[in-house]
């Protein structure tokens, strides 16, 4: 089963910038991948994905803020999030799902996926 494990969480100010990574242990061309976030007393969902047309997708939250990116030779997800606002504060997750999937088709329906990492911690203060 494929495994995902995040990294580069923490502790910033509001303004203030962070990058998350996960690495899959499988190639990521098998995969749609993104990020999900779950913050205290709230569902979990979609911040952004690279969908099956390798395509970006944003929830409308963090656009123009947040930067999804991969290296394929890596096996390596990322999300650099510039100018955090406390409610980015959240667990952040990587997700997967074999492409093909419907949970591929959009970031709404990538929470439903299969893959999830165990999260990582951003925490942003004001």
């Known amino acids: 089963q494929v495994q995902l494990v995040e990294s580069g969480g923490g502790s910033v100010q509001s303004g203030g910038s962070l990058r998350i990574s996960c690495v899959i242990s499988d190639h990521t061309s098998r995969y749609c991948m993104g990020w999900l976030r779950q913050a205290p007393g709230k569902g979990r969902e979609g911040v952004a994905m690279?969908?099956?047309?390798?395509?970006?997708e944003y929830a409308e939250s963090v656009k123009g803020r947040f930067t999804i990116s991969q290296d394929k030779e890596k096996s390596t997800l990322y999300l650099q999030m510039d100018s955090l606002k406390p409610e980015d504060t959240a667990m952040y997750y990587c997700a997967a799902e074999v492409r093909g999937r419907a949970e591929c088709t959009g970031l709404i329906f990538l929470p439903y996926g299969r893959y999830r990492g165990q999260g990582t911690q951003v925490t942003v203060s004001s």
């Open positions: 690279i969908d099956v047309n390798s395509d970006l």
